[in-house]
């Protein structure tokens, strides 16, 4: 009788309008923007401006809850999500290129030394390299640390080089606005929008 009424529920009352369960823990790890954005595939996924999973390590074999991600945009706008139990986060809020996007964990926090190019962050976090991220985001990294050289160059402790070219570096983080000429590359000065030109 049991057998009967589990079948009953797994079947044809339970089926999703979709191959998969929507919702704020959906596919964790997947490109989110890639079905969130304006004029994606599926209508009624709303737009994400920012969307990804953090996890807790490398692989992504599970997600990291309580993982605050930050955004700060070019116009200081900062915009805090939390991570679910799956490792998600997302906003529809708009955000103003180029901005700063920090992880933090116990009061410990992991920059992206440059502006993203795309909010779907797992496009190119994914559990493999791509496009020259490190990888997932996962809580391990929160132990990689970043160096500037004195001028735009940044060195992770792994020894990777990142280029923060037309700004220059601070300490350990890649300037994205710039206040004057002295915080812009030689041969670019600082534009009336606090861009290295
Ligand atoms: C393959 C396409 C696809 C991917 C990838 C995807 N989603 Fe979705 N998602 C949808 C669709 C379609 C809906 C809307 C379902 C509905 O309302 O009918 C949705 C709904 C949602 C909702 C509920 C929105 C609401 O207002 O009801 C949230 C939250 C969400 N997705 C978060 C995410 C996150 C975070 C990621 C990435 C980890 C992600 N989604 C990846 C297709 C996708
Ligand atoms: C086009 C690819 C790309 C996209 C999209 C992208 N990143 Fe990155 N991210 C990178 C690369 C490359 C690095 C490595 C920099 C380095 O360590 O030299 C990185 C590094 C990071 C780091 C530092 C990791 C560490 O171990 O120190 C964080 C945190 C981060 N990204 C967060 C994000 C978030 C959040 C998003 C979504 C808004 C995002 N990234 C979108 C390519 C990307």
Known sequence: MLAWLLIACGGAGNES????????DMLPGDNCRSCH????????APEWTVAGTVFTDASGSAGAPGVTVRVIDDEGTIIEMVTSS??????AAPVVEP???ELEKDGVIVGMPTSPPSGGCNACHASGPIGGAPGALYVGSFASTMTCDGASTLTSNDGTTY?????VCDTDTCLFACEGDEDCVDGTSCDAESHCR
């Open 163 to 167: 280029p923060c070219d037309p700004y």
């Open 37 to 44: 954005k304006a004029d994606g595939p599926y209508e009624d």
């Open 86 to 91: 799956s490792g998600n986060f997302f906003t």
């Open 99 to 101: 901005y700063l996007m």
């Open 17 to 24: 309008e979709y191959p998969f369960e929507p919702g704020p």
